[in-house]
Each structure stands twice: as C-alpha cells, then as structure tokens.
C-alpha cells in the first residue's frame, strides 16, 4: 500500500503560480513511479508531470511543458510540483499518483496503483 496526501491547491489569478505538495507514505519501493493529474469540470482525468523516483528522469504533458516542474525531495517522502504562467485552462482537481515503471513510460492512468484524494486548484481573473 502507498498512501498519497495533497495540499497546497488554491485560487490564483491568470499569470500566477502555485506549488503543490504530495507526501508519500508506504511501500514506496514497489510504485517507484510518481506522477500528477489533474480533471476539469466535464472533463476526463489527464497527466500533467511524472517522475521517476529513483532516476529522476522526468516527464510533462506538452500543455505544461515549460511552465511546470515536478520535482521530489531528497528523502523521497514528498512530491512537488512548481505550476507557473498559469492559464484559465489549468483550472481542476489535481492528484497525485503512483504505479510502477509502465506509468512513468506511458503516462496512462490505467497504469495507476494509487490515488491521493485531490487538491482544488482554480485559475481565474
């Protein structure tokens, strides 16, 4: 089991940023894929950033690239991600995630193991 724990969504006007966070608890060693998604209102759940917690090789939807980092702290027990230049469109519940090595090659949620509960993030004038 893994347990994953959000925090630091909010509300932030156009251009802005936000940092959020994800301790990560468990059994860590067997999902050493970690990863963030995030859903929109009518929209489907999709990935923004991944990391490969042991290598640190990272990975970013393209909508982000540039403008998000994900990153982990050097004990490994919290998850970051650094959103700048945010957009109207990058409004939703953010979650982070873990799955083996397949969810860091592919992205897919199906690749999923575990599920934190999701911190709003809303990005508005």
């Known amino acids: 089991q893994v347990q994953l724990v959000e925090s630091g969504g909010g509300s932030v006007e156009p251009g802005g940023s936000l940092r959020l966070s994800c301790t990560v608890a468990?059994?860590?060693?067997?999902?050493?894929?970690l990863a963030w998604f995030r859903q929109g209102l009518g929209k489907e759940r999709e990935g923004v950033a991944r990391?490969?917690?042991?290598?640190?090789?990272?990975y970013y939807d393209n909508s982000v690239q540039g403008r998000f980092t994900v990153s982990q702290d050097t004990d490994k027990n919290s998850l970051f991600l650094e959103m700048g230049s945010l957009e109207p469109g990058d409004t939703g519940m953010y979650y982070c995630?873990?799955?083996?090595?397949?969810?860091?090659?592919?992205?897919?949620?199906?690749?999923?193991?575990?599920w934190g509960q999701g911190t709003q993030v809303t990005v508005s004038s």
């Open positions: 990391i490969d917690s042991r290598a640190g090789k990272t």
């Open positions: 995630a873990a799955g083996r090595w397949a969810l860091c090659s592919l992205g897919r949620l199906v690749d999923v193991n575990f």
């Open positions: 468990g059994e860590t060693y067997s999902r050493p894929c």
